[in-house]
């Protein structure tokens, strides 16, 4: 293990019918002002708009809304809600939705509480040295936003989707009702469980040596989210499952899994992801399917053994050599995302082929990427290519 500071202050309030909770949480923090932040509509049909409301009503919390954030979030939209905090001397924000909406009331929470453009916090121009409180009512798992302290914004303008992290933006405490996700859609659930696992793989494969117990945690996580996909597939409305997998995908990104680890995660395959949602809008989890997979098989021979092991203890590989069971390993993987009906190729996603050496220099933009193994721009671009 290498020495580690854990830090995670985010209260989790946990089970079927807890959002009225939130009225007791922020009577307790001294809130009394919010702003209610959500997405396109879907806590009107699942019912959480009212309980939400009515929780409010019922402690006399002042509440203006802002709706209408997007998947992919964008900072135009963020930027009216700073404005509104601003004009109407709001002291928190709850953010009602997945990770689109919680990491907008992140990027939010610092821009109110500063004099210039929130963007200047993704661009590196300005440091975050205050937030409001954030408090997440959760209706999509998926990112762990709900437990972690970054925020990825999409500026339009400069065609940049950037993640920005600091730990004054990790909520102040989080409400999960898993019954309430099962609406979501089949498509979003799988994209969800790509993401969650992904976010696994990209601490496990960093090429720290040892960590015994991490990697076993990371398998665990990896082996339940495999294991509940299908189930949520066939029974999208089966409780027990989506709780498993709603926790699963808070610990899969909370700081967990890279505790006693050197780095705080490889994310090549997030940054390359990055590049094709800020250009095509493309769904976060729908780029991981493709990318991941060639990833590994272009960064594996960096630690093999570290790759044979993920495919023997999490698909069961038995091949002679280890390179085949690494190999084999990485073909699992694909094939289980395919099994989920997400994309794994880059052509089935209507990129352009043409467009893969722009996206590569944009991926490098600020120079090489990668721990296990670093990315030049002519690397990404061979990932790219063995991804189409
Ligand atoms: O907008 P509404 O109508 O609410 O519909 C949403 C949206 O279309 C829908 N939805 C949410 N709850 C629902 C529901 N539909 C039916 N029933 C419900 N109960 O779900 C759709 C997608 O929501 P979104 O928040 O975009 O999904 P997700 O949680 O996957 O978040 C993706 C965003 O998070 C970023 C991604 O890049 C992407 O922008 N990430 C954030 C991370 C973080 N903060 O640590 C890490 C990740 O790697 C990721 O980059
Ligand atoms: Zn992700």
């Known amino acids: 293990m290498y020495d580690f500071t854990f830090y995670n202050p985010t209260r989790v309030v946990f089970g079927r019918g807890v959002f009225p909770k939130l009225a007791d949480e922020l009577a307790k923090g001294g809130v009394s002002r919010v702003l209610l932040l959500y997405g396109g509509g879907s806590i009107h049909k699942t019912g959480v708009y009212e309980q939400v409301v009515g929780a409010l009503n019922s402690h006399d919390i002042v509440f203006f809304e802002c709706a209408g954030v997007k998947a992919n979030p964008v900072v135009s939209k963020a930027r009216e809600a700073v404005e509104a905090i601003k004009a109407n001397k709001l002291d928190a924000i709850v953010a009602i939705g997945g990770g689109s909406v919680i990491d907008s009331a992140k990027g939010i929470a610092a821009g109110s509480l500063y004099d210039g453009d929130m963007w200047d916090f993704y661009a590196r121009k300005a440091k975050v040295e205050k937030a409001l409180p954030i408090y997440a009512v959760v209706t999509v798992s998926a990112t762990a936003s709900e437990m972690n302290y970054t925020s990825v914004m999409t500026n339009e303008e400069l065609g940049h989707k950037v993640g920005l992290s600091n730990e004054l933006l990790y909520p102040r405490c989080t409400l999960i009702d898993p019954s309430v996700q099962f609406s979501v859609s089949e498509r979003q659930t799988m994209d969800g469980g790509i993401d969650a696992i992904c976010h696994v793989l990209e601490t496990y494969f960093d090429g720290a040596k040892g960590l015994e117990i991490q990697k076993e945690y990371a398998e665990g996580l ?39 680890h050197p780095t705080r995660g490889e994310f090549s395959s997030h940054a390359m992801g990055h590049t094709l949602s800020a250009k095509y809008d493309s769904i976060h989890g729908e780029t991981l399917s493709a990318i991941m997979p060639a990833w590994m098989k272009y960064a594996c021979r960096e630690d093999m053994p570290t790759f044979a092991r993920f495919a023997e203890r999490v698909f069961g590989t038995n091949e002679s050599s280890e390179e085949e069971r690494a190999l084999a390993g990485i073909e699992c993987l694909k094939g289980f995302f395919a099994s989920l009906g997400a994309p794994v190729a880059l052509g089935d996603m209507g990129i352009p082929k043409a467009d893969l050496p722009e996206l590569a220099a944009h991926v490098t933009r600020n120079g090489p990427i990668g721990s296990l193994k670093k990315l030049e721009m002519v690397d990404v671009l061979k990932i790219f290519e063995s991804a189409y």
């Open 222 to 260: 990896v082996r339940s989210i495999i294991r509940l996909m299908p189930i949520l597939r066939a029974h999208p409305d089966d409780y027990d499952a989506r709780a498993q997998f709603a926790w699963a995908a808070v610990n899969a990104l909370n700081g967990t899994t890279w505790a006693g």
